[in-house]
């Protein structure tokens, strides 16, 4: 069975950081992504990133700030956020996908997490 769990939301301040983890279960994955939703709003992609992590993605609102990582020995992907804006508050879902080129869109995704909220205080 398929797992994909996050953690490390929470509430930061402006200009802080937080760092978000996703633990994959069940089988590997070929590309790990980062997607979010605020209220009101689509579910829109944030970060993306290939098995040998060769090849990253990310939405031009978080690029310089954001940082996707992953190790394939713990089958983790790790969202470090720095710099946090306001907008930045969503809830943060972890997503999966067998496709083997970085995927931008929230379509290409097989498998979700739950979700992780992040909260930007101005």
């Known amino acids: 069975q398929v797992q994909l769990v996050e953690s490390g939301g929470g509430l930061v301040q402006a200009g802080g950081s937080l760092r978000l983890s996703c633990a994959a279960s069940g089988r590997t994955f070929y590309t790990m992504g980062w997607l979010r939703q605020a209220p009101g709003k689509d579910r829109e992609f944030v970060a993306a990133i290939t098995w040998s992590s060769s090849s990253t993605a990310y939405a031009d609102s978080v690029k310089g700030r954001f940082t996707i990582s992953r190790d394939n020995t713990n089958n983790t992907v790790t969202l470090q956020m720095n710099s946090q804006k306001q907008e930045d508050s969503a809830v943060y879902y972890c997503?999966?996908?067998?496709?083997?080129?970085?995927?931008?869109?929230?379509?290409?995704?097989?498998?979700w997490g739950q979700g992780t909220q992040v909260t930007v205080s101005s």
């Open positions: 997503a999966a996908s067998a496709n083997r080129m970085v995927v931008s869109s929230a379509s290409g995704y097989n498998y």
